[in-house]
């Protein structure tokens, strides 16, 4: 009888289940249907401007409508009528994301264009159709932005009709994606499952989502035109980035990169780091010494040597050439994504032991973005290169340090304690800055002195093993700065040929309020155009001096990161964990003030800042909310708020993709941003 009763539950909450999935899709298709066909609908009757009409400026009238070699705007006036729409043709050679802004004059402001609305749309379109709402408009000014050069407008028409059924398929699918989830989710009360790292079903998923992780980092490598350099190098090696040119020295037994015309040139110079001395002898930014050191009259590359070790060699050894920009990215993109995982897992199994399953599901997801992993991944140039490559090496030697501690007594810790000796060698290698997060993990190795869990004959041991790498990469790193710059601590820094003389820069306690600004509380930009989230520029106009400053994203932008001031709560009975969580915020900030005083504000630097402060904030979060569902607390808000700021982070970290500094995916394959964005607009 109990049985059956339970058989027929079950069958019944399939069904309702299903229902509801159904009644979703229904819907979503519904509401699609109708808000994509009167979204842009005309107001009042179609009137079709004739090319006279239209009163140009940056545009040559050609035919009926005008071309566009920049920025332009063409003005024309109308019958006074409401306006649903401004429609127009367009032909163009090149696949480009383009903006135009639409102002009007209306019968509330007739003496001036007042803007109605910023549009984007793809050069292929063939017909762009703008939506409006404007009220009793005289006269229509479109003024199409430098993204527009190259195209043909034609036939432009007010309240033009729609032309047949419109359906964002696209869109429908990923709403009834996301629908389903949240269905199946509430239904089969997936947010009580906890966490459990020995489960092999949470390893197969978890294995599952990070292979999934994995496909945007190698998506951004496979899809550029070409994936390798020939070597030896067939164009001159000022026309390569700074890693190939390093990798052509080393080849040719040398450390300074072949460009001594120009090094004898600016070397003549009375101070050759002094940019307005630089241009009076006609050398401007972005020359080929720009981003050098210039060192007793030898150009060097003061990035730090590791991929070139680590990915440049292996590459050239396994295919007989080098891999280009992308290509590296892509390749560090994929150990990154990889390691962030292992260390986020990592950290759960330690601080978080009886996290919701559901939540460590969407913390893996997050991180990749909001870390800006795929940011960097997307901007294919040695300057982020650097970055990413610390950020990779960096969890590297979290994680091996973290797993090393925790494994049993025998080889297998000896081994990982070496890996994490040659990771951190590795990330000062990459990015001398980050050696700073050695600090984290500090309170667990000196546990591991002082208690000798295995003896101290193995405590010994380990110290070997953690030490040795440590020491002989260390040591070859010390030789290759001595050999260079006269100085085993020198990375050359110093003697940069770029906007400003940095050997002038140092601490001042004056940026500490420009840091904790910049790197934590600067709010993001936000608008209605995609991706919605924009990196933002800020002048505080306060800096005591010259800062090199330009579009950013702080932590205010990841929600998430509010998680480590979780570390500061009570109740924390084991002392390591305790400080380790809580040095966090404190390196964080102490990082963000070392990359003000001898950076400056750029969105490739707030990368240093956020992947230690989402990795412990997202964690923190989970061990939260664990902490309830294990007590039978109320989940309710704690579950909701936490998901939330994992969503948003996730989303602010996906708009950095499509917006930021080198803007590769717009720029490089805008058809690939033209179909995110219409699933988003």
Known sequence: MMRRFGANTDKRRLAVTLGLLLLAAVLLFAAEAVLDNLHGRPSGEPERIPADALILSGAKAEGDGFSLSGAGSAAFDV?????????????ATEDRICRVRVSLKTGAHREEFVQYNLYEFFSQDGTVTV?????????????????????????????????????????????????????????????????????????????FITVLLLIPSIYCAAAQEKMTEPYPLEKPVESYGCYVQLFDAFQKGQLHIDMDAQAELIGSLENPYDRSQREALGIGAYQPSWDRALYEGKFYVYFGVAPVLLVYYPFYFLTGALPTDATLMGILSVAGVAFMTLLFLELVRRFAPNAPFLLVLLGVVTLPAASLLYMLTTCASFYYAAVLSGLVCCCAFLYFTLRAEAQKDGWRRKTLFALA??????????????????????????????????????????????????????????????????SVFDFGSAYQITVADTSQYGFSFGNLFPALWHYFLQPP???????????????????????????????????????????????????????????VPALCLLMAFFEICFAGVHIRYAADVLFPLLLFGIVLLCRFVGERLQNGGSLALSYTLTAGALVVSLLAGLAMIFDNEADYIVNSLPGVAEKVRNLFS
């Open 525 to 583: 930009e936000i608008d209605c155009l995609f991706p919605y989230i924009h990196p933002a520029y800020d002048d505080l106009r306060s800096y005591g001096g010259y800062i090199y400053n330009a579009v950013h994203i702080s932590a205010a932008a990841f929600p998430a990161a509010v998680g480590v001031l979780l570390a500061f709560r009570s109740g924390w009975t084991d002392r390591v964990e305790k400080y380790t969580v809580r040095i």
């Open 421 to 486: 000796g040659f990771f951190l060698a590795a990330t000062v290698a990459s990015r001398p800055n980050l050696a700073l997060y050695f600090l984290i993990v500090l309170p667990l190795l000196i546990g591991v002195l002082v208690k000798r869990p295995n003896g101290l004959r193995s405590t010994l041991c380990d110290v070997a093993a953690f030490a040795s790498p440590l020491v002989v990469c260390g040591g070859l790193l010390m030789a290759y700065n001595y050999a260079r710059f006269g």
């Open 79 to 91: 019958t006074p009528a409401d306006i649903g729409n401004v429609t127009f043709s367009i032909s």
């Open 131 to 207: 939506p409006l709402d404007g009220t009793d408009v005289r006269s229509v000014r479109l003024t199409f932005e430098e993204s527009c050069r190259g195209l043909t407008v034609s036939g432009v028409t007010v309240n033009a009709e729609r032309a047949g059924f419109s359906f964002n398929l696209g869109r429908w699918l990923l709403l009834v994606a996301v629908a389903a989830l949240l269905i199946l989710v509430l239904r089969l009360r997936l947010w009580k499952i906890p966490y459990r790292a020995d489960s092999p079903n949470c390893r197969a998923l978890l294995f």
